[in-house]
């Protein structure tokens, strides 16, 4: 059975960059990678999509290795509104089905 | 706002009870999925329809059902409803399979 795995929280100061991993061992051929940002009580905000290697927009960078198990989102330059919670989305290989897993998610908290 | 509507926003019902959440697609977007959210399980994936038919098929219970309709729009019915269903439902939208999904701003089931 397909796991995503991300940490559960973290740390960090205004000004730092931060870096979230997701760990997929199972992901499927064609899928993409996908990281989203959730404040309470509201849907999911999509923040950047990537298949392999690197992808950069205006808020965010996604670092995907070669064998793409593992995905970093990178969050430059964090301030107070970044803390949320993120998640990464895979499809599952293992079962073949589009079926689509995403991570536990990672509670970032953001420090003046 | 991600163009993606939910109603209705809160629903409060008894156990054994059947409810009909809806949502309506960015326009534009052929791809509509389910998502439920609970303080134990996470984000779990339901359901992805894709122009009307049955695309993929995550942990859904046999009890909830879901369809989307030739106007694009989706239902999510849940039925013979348990303690354990309350939770927040969340429609996403996507042009295809592989694209960015938009999530709509969630229903919260509250089941007494």
């Known amino acids: 059975l397909a796991k995503t795995t991300q940490p559960i929280s973290m740390d960090s100061y205004e000004g730092q960059e931060v870096n979230i991993t997701c760990s997929h061992n199972?992901?499927?051929?064609?899928?993409?990678i996908t990281w989203y940002q959730q404040f309470p009580s509201q849907g999911p905000r999509f923040i950047i999509q990537g298949y392999k290697t690197k992808v950069t927009n205006e808020v965010a960078s996604l670092f995907i290795p070669a064998d793409r198990k593992s995905s970093t989102l990178s969050l430059p330059r964090v301030s107070l509104s970044d803390t949320a919670v993120y998640y990464c989305?895979?499809?599952?290989?293992?079962?073949?089905?589009?079926?689509?897993?995403f991570g536990q998610g990672t509670t970032l908290q953001v420090k003046p | 706002d991600s163009g993606v509507t939910q109603t209705p926003k809160h629903l409060i019902t008894a156990t054994g009870q059947r409810v009909t959440l809806r949502c309506s697609p960015r326009?534009?977007?052929?791809?509509v999925y389910w998502y439920q959210q609970s303080l134990d399980q996470g984000l779990q994936f339901l359901i992805h329809y894709y122009n009307g038919e049955e695309r993929a098929k995550g942990n859904i219970l046999e009890r909830f059902s879901a369809q989307q309709f030739p106007d694009l729009h989706s239902e999510l019915n849940l039925s013979s409803l348990e303690l354990g269903d309350s939770a927040l439902y969340f429609c996403?939208?996507?042009?295809?399979?592989?694209?960015?999904?938009?999530f709509g701003p969630g229903t919260r089931l509250l089941v007494l």
């Open positions: 199972n992901i499927a051929t064609n899928d993409y």
């Open positions: 989305l895979v499809g599952d290989r293992s079962s073949n089905t589009g079926k689509l897993i």
């Open positions: 996403a939208s996507s042009l295809g399979d592989q694209e960015t999904q938009y």
């Open positions: 326009s534009g977007d052929l791809s």
